[in-house]
């Protein structure tokens, strides 16, 4: 090292982002860090203050913390399994040892719960690192990343942060009958070429809500050439109706060995907070994903919490049905106040509020109401709202009325 230099530390400048982006990799430098919508603990945090203050004039204590309404993240209202909390404080007596890095039970449960092999199954710190993995590993310098143009944020920024090239597929139009903005399946196969190493499709979709069936999806993997992977992000599967026709890439697992699925235990399993998503597919893909797993990436608790929430199907029914019931409230009061609302079998639905949406959606925050903003997305004239329990929907439509009179 250089003497001179390392007698006189103060003489660098600091180095700005730029800087730094400039040395990062080629996908890197043009990247825009994940967006998480609003800075949910600065809110929770403002809205105690207000609290207090309210108590303090001699208010009802708190009353701004409980009135806050957080819709802005299609999380569920219902909270987990209580099994999954008994399995959490059972696990506190073993917290300065490491978690099992193969995550053994909770393999097993999921093999048993999907009826596939436990080679099958790769686990992750929630279902995004997957997505994100996924184009590490099969994606690079010019290669093809196909998806659709409203499809869940993290396609993009995976693809990119891979350096490989993004390909945006116009999604169904606007007005299509029944799936506006949704999936264009038929087009997203016209535009996989050669260069083409990974498709991603979620289903159903987040920020959309929209969804492709099983015969249109079966068509779809019967035209995909076997040298492009097929990730299929099921984030929702669960909270989709019995009785809808959304497609789910299980069945089509033994005869696709290109077809990879991811869920997680973030929404109808009400486990956000542990951050645990799993990816089934081919035991040959699973080996070589391995490769870059971090080891131990799923923790303790979150290990024994997820295998016991398996074990609890009534629980798991019962925010499925939860959520369908308020799911129609919301749809049919939003309807009734004339505003669009796209189809969704999800925890959230996305409205149309029209050219007013920022306005709204700064009167709602500052109400304590969050909602998810969609300009990112390129939707500026929508909201997307989680589905909350009845109480939360009320103070939400409450709120909307007050804002839009
Ligand atoms: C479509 C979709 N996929 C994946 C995820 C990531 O979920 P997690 O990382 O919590 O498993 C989300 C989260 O909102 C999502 O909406």
Redesign the pocket.
Known sequence: MNAARHSEPDSQPVRDEAWFAARASRGVQGLKAYDPGHDLVAFRRRFAAQGCASAAEGRMPGAAVESLVELG??ENPYGPSPAARAAIVDQLQSLHRYPDPLGADLKRALAKTHGVATAQILLGN????L?MQLAQVFAGADDEVVFSRYG?A?FALATQAAGAQRVIVDALAGDHPTMPLGHDLDAIAAAITERTKLVYL?NP??PTGTWFGREAFAAFMANVPAHVIVVM?E??AEMAEAESDVATALPLLDAHSNLVL?R????AHGL?GL???YLLGAPGLVAVMERLRESFNVNGPALAACEAALGDDAHLQSARERNAQQRAVLVDAFARRGLHVYPSQTNFVMVRFGPDTARIEAELSARGVVLRPMGGYGLPECLRVTVGNADENRRLLAAIDEVRS
Do not use: I, P, Q, W
């Not at 997680?264 to 929404?267: A, D, E, L, P, Y």
């Open positions: 993240s299609n929630g279902s995004h690192e997505l869940f993290v979620a979709n987040n992000d984030a929702y991811t997680t235990f973030s929404k956000a951050r645990v998503g």
